[in-house]
């Protein structure tokens, strides 16, 4: 059972920066993907990185503005928000699979708690 924890969310005022950080043990074979939801929302995706080449994959919604990374040494995937918008306000998930990389949620079989992120002045 593959356990993932979050952490690196929090308040932070519009323009701002968060980098969030996804640890697992042994998740180097895995598609990795970050999901976020906002209150009365569907689950979106957000971003996802392959586990065998690196290729990363974003929404429209934060395409130029996200960057995913993965460190299998570390067992850490990051991803570093940059020029927040309060429309980017959720829970933050990471998620893993194996298989093809997808910004969909239904294929992925692990899932963290979340990280809260808050845009606001």
């Known amino acids: 059972q593959l356990q993932l924890v979050e952490s690196g969310g929090g308040l932070v005022q519009p323009g701002g920066s968060l980098r969030l950080a996804c640890a697992a043990s042994?998740?180097?074979?895995?598609?990795i993907g970050w999901f976020r939801q906002a209150p009365g929302k569907e689950r979106e995706g957000v971003s996802c990185?392959?586990?065998?080449?690196?290729?990363?994959y974003y929404s429209d919604s934060v395409k130029g503005r996200f960057t995913i990374s993965r460190d299998n040494a570390k067992n850490t995937v990051h991803l570093q928000m940059n020029g927040l918008k309060p429309e980017d306000t959720g829970s933050y998930y990471c998620?893993?699979?194996?298989?093809?990389?997808?910004?969909?949620?239904?294929?992925?079989?692990?899932w963290g708690e979340g990280t809260q992120v808050t845009v606001s002045s």
């Open positions: 042994g998740f180097s074979d895995y598609v």
């Open positions: 998620a893993a699979r194996f298989g093809a990389p997808t910004m969909r949620a239904g294929p992925y079989d692990y």
């Open positions: 990185i392959s586990s065998s080449d690196g290729s990363t």
